[in-house]
């Protein structure tokens, strides 16, 4: 009878501690940095998830962007210049805008360069070299940057898990095709030719799964856990 509590117990203990390591994980991952780091410089967007699956989705099977950003330092104090360099497909844009920083978070400005709106937020990361931001605005979104065109699976890794502990999407990486000279300027009516209409369709085709897989799982989720509750009782009542 001992022997048999003390297995019990042992197994308790065990399932204790691996269902308190995901919280504890995730409190250290979702912490803001410590240190604020330098800006200014050039940075690749990596990869994003968001609070609403349809938008990466989106971005990733139709646009499929490169994105790449420019951050000056100006003369006023916490004060930023952004250049937002992106490649959708054949056509290029870039957009400039200052930005405030202070307290390990982004906000942008009004015309008297004070900080407006919520606070996008710099979050930890194990990666020497990237920027980890929690984007609050009419989607909520979170990126990875670096100054590396490139990141290793691991430093992917953590950035999926950060995603995880949100609750939200496991992110998409982005293009890495960073050519923003070769490439035909994209204004707002801007005509795609038939060769990107072509690049688009076909890729809808290959990643056609990826919104319809998102869809069911917004529209299904409810129905899909009111289901296994059921067999749950079911199989509990025999």
Known sequence: MMKTLCVVAVVVLSLTSVSQAAPLA???LLKQVDKSPDLSGSWYVIAMSSDNCLVPAYFNVVMWPSMALD?????TPNLYETKLKAKLHEYCSTDTQPIFFENNAIFYVDSNNAPKGNPNVLLQ????????FKLDEFFDFFLLLSRRKNITAAELKEFETQAECLGWYKPHTLNTDHDYENCLPFEPHTRISPATAEQIFQRLLSSYS???????EKFLYYPRVGFEWVQQKWKSIW
Do not use: H
């Open 26 to 28: 995730c409190d250290q």
């Open 71 to 75: 951050i000056t330092a100006l003369a």
């Open 125 to 132: 990361s194990g990666c020497p070299d990237c920027l980890v």
């Open 210 to 216: 990826v919104p319809f897989n998102c869809i069911s």
